[in-house]
């Protein structure tokens, strides 16, 4: 019995050369010879043109992103509605609040003279007290006048303010914002074509009014659309709870998020502040 030799004794000699394995031959074919030319250039780019189409065809095909619906109450400002569009295509966070929250948006108080004093008058009565006590003080001032102008304040008894519950230095910040409007301090004509930090050094200028109260008066009565209240402890609630999951947010850090939201920084502001609101309460 002969045994069959394993490959892996075989000696190095008697392994088989692939030279020496047969080939298969067919039929000879002419090789492939590129045309030359112009006519040569016409065909290739048909040729790719063709071989194109259907992924063409397939990219036309395919169904574009479907937009957003927006439910905007009527007598928002003009841009705002854009606004929401290009805030929601930049900012994950907005692309999720703005659609959620669409129903409330913000509109602007009728801009003549007695409405922005009573804006920035009921800004001063609201000054660091709780939401609902600054609107009980309001009241209370505002049943002493029978219009809200800036000459029934200066006739006020300061005796009659303070039994209305305002302190001594609130009194003697509207009788100052009294007067810079009885007295033409303001130039409310060239707000229009006033830059915002031009409007907040001239408001300013009243006692008591901060930078906080300048900017809130930019948004809620000019309808400026990029101010960033960085003062404003809601929106650095807000930023913190959707941006950094409730940790502690610097003024630094809330700008750098607020990058993005540029030149819509009042709309994006907006609804932060808004989402503050939906938060379920807690217990």
């Given at each position: ?111 003549c003279r007695d409405e922005a004093f009573a804006t920035l ?163």
């Open positions: 019995m002969s045994a069959a030799k394993h490959l892996d004794t075989m000696e190095y000699e008697q392994l088989p050369l692939v030279a020496d394995l047969p080939v298969l031959v067919g039929p000879k074919a002419p090789l492939p010879v590129a045309p030359m030319g112009v006519v040569a250039y016409a065909e290739a780019s048909a040729e790719m043109t063709k071989d194109a189409a259907p992924a063409k065809t397939a990219a036309a095909a395919k169904p574009a992103t479907p937009k957003v619906p927006l439910t905007l109450p009527e007598g928002v400002p003009a841009y705002w509605a854009e606004a929401c569009r290009q805030l929601m295509r930049r900012d994950r966070v907005l692309k999720r609040l703005i659609p959620l929250l669409s129903s409330q948006a913000l509109l602007p108080r009728e801009q008058a009921r800004s001063i009565v609201g000054q660091q007290i709780a939401v609902k006590s600054a609107k009980t003080l309001w009241n209370k001032f505002s049943k002493l006048l029978a219009e809200m102008q800036p000459e029934l304040v200066l006739k006020l008894k300061v005796d009659d303010m303070r039994a209305a519950g305002l302190s001594a230095r609130k009194v003697d910040y509207l009788v100052d914002l009294a007067l810079h409007f009885t007295e033409n301090r303001l130039r409310m004509d060239e707000w229009a074509q006033m830059g915002d930090d031009a409007i907040i050094a001239e408001l300013m200028a009243i006692r008591g009014l901060s930078r906080w109260t300048a900017e809130n008066f930019l948004i809620y009565y000019l309808a400026r659309p990029n101010v960033l209240p960085l003062d404003d402890a809601g929106l650095i609630q807000g930023i913190s709870l959707n941006y950094f999951s409730g940790d502690p947010v610097s003024r630094s850090d809330a700008r750098e998020v607020a990058e993005a939201w540029k030149p819509w920084c009042t709309v994006a502001t907006w609804y932060i502040w808004r989402s503050l609101e939906a938060q379920p309460v807690a217990g």
